[in-house]
């Protein structure tokens, strides 16, 4: 989901000297790769229960999820199971599932004519009062208030450990999947319309973005009932990276009469009328490719030429954005063109 995907690809070589210290015989090389190669499969594991985990949760979000169900779909005692939990999405087991609870809530209260209480015992809470607390703690304003005036708020988006953990580990490499290859070209007209960003100060895609300014950008934006598309990592044009801002920013378009609330920390600003190309990868099987969904497409963008339909590229007019990769749909970007 990253403006652009630079994955690094160690190769693990045999080290076929050792050293002498002082007269002394270092450790052999083999025994530092054995214990390397223990460590990754260790890790391995720890990945594949704590995507079991995630998985289960959102498997049984309409019943009532305990932590013995939770731990015993890793494969983990509840402590040890708490504990890994909490070190790969950086959320206790408890919080993680109350987000993603209360943001199945929040959508419902926005979407259905349920009430209150209905949308409180379906989120597995006995009383109404702890559901307005739960509620209140997760997003900073009662149901009541929220269903009335839909602000923007934090929608939980779990994503899965393995991506993030994949990405921080690949960043820099060019390896690709051969079996996903093709993308489509669409040119689209876009109205006058605004936009809500957050730029950062220093970040160059969607990992440093995160770092800089954290994750819950996407939810948060994603709430926004009016917007034209889901939020995306942008590359601004120059006359928007201002005050020593970088070019990286996350935001998402809303219609040219947008009058309603933006997020704390965002700003708005008018875009024009222009055309935007859109390209997007096959879809795809493996969750896992999403890196290589990807760099697909943005290398579809290297390689691809507007001349021959008319038009150039024109990322004077308007952000590029990076819509992120789903295995259902493929990865999708968009460019600003003009007609030569």
């Not at 460590?39 to 995630?54: F, G, I, P, S, W």
């Not at 509840?78 to 790969?88: D, G, L, N, P």
């Not at 900073?140 to 993030?164: A, C, D, I, M, N």
């Not at 150039?312 to 968009?334: C, D, I, K, L, V």
Request: net charge positive; aromatic share 12%.
């Amino acid at each position: 989901m990253a403006r652009l995907f630079k994955r690094f690809h160690p190769a693990f070589g045999m080290i076929r000297t050792r050293k002498r210290i002082q007269g002394t015989k270092a450790k052999p090389a083999k025994t530092k790769l054995r214990k390397r190669t223990v460590n990754l499969m260790e890790k391995q594991d720890q990945l594949d229960a704590v995507t079991r985990m995630q998985q289960y949760i959102e498997q049984h979000m309409e019943q009532s999820v305990s932590l013995e169900e939770v731990a015993r779909a890793g494969g983990y005692s509840i402590r040890h199971a708490k504990r890994i939990f909490r070190e790969y999405t950086g959320k206790t087991l408890s919080d993680y599932i109350r987000r993603m609870q209360m943001t199945a809530a929040a959508k419902r209260l926005a979407e259905k004519e349920e009430t209150i209480l209905e949308v409180a015992l379906s989120s597995q809470y006995e009383s109404h009062e702890g559901f307005i607390k739960a509620f209140a703690a997760t997003f900073g304003l009662t149901p009541s208030k929220y269903r009335k005036e839909k602000p923007p708020v934090p929608y939980f988006v779990p994503y899965p450990v393995k991506h993030q953990y994949f990405f921080r580990q690949n960043r820099g490499g060019n390896t690709m999947n051969k079996e996903i290859n093709t993308c489509t070209a669409t040119y689209t007209d876009r109205p006058k319309r605004k936009l809500i960003y957050q730029p950062s100060n220093t970040a160059s895609d969607y990992m440093t973005y995160c770092q800089e300014k954290g994750c819950e950008w996407e939810g948060l934006l994603n709430s926004i009932e009016e917007k034209f598309d889901t939020a995306a990592i942008l590359t601004l044009p120059e006359e928007l990276a201002k005050g020593g801002s970088s070019r990286c920013a996350a935001g998402v378009e809303v219609p040219e009469n947008y009058q309603a609330e933006i997020p704390e920390g965002y700003h708005i600003t008018d875009l024009p009328a222009a055309t935007m190309l859109y390209i997007q990868s096959q879809p795809y099987e493996n969750e896992d490719d999403f890196m290589e969904a990807i760099e697909t497409v943005y290398q579809a963008y290297l390689t691809y030429r507007p001349e021959s339909f008319g038009y150039e590229y024109a990322p004077e007019t308007a952000p590029a954005f990076n819509f992120g990769a789903y295995a259902a749909s493929g990865a999708r970007m968009a460019f600003p063109v003009k007609k030569k």
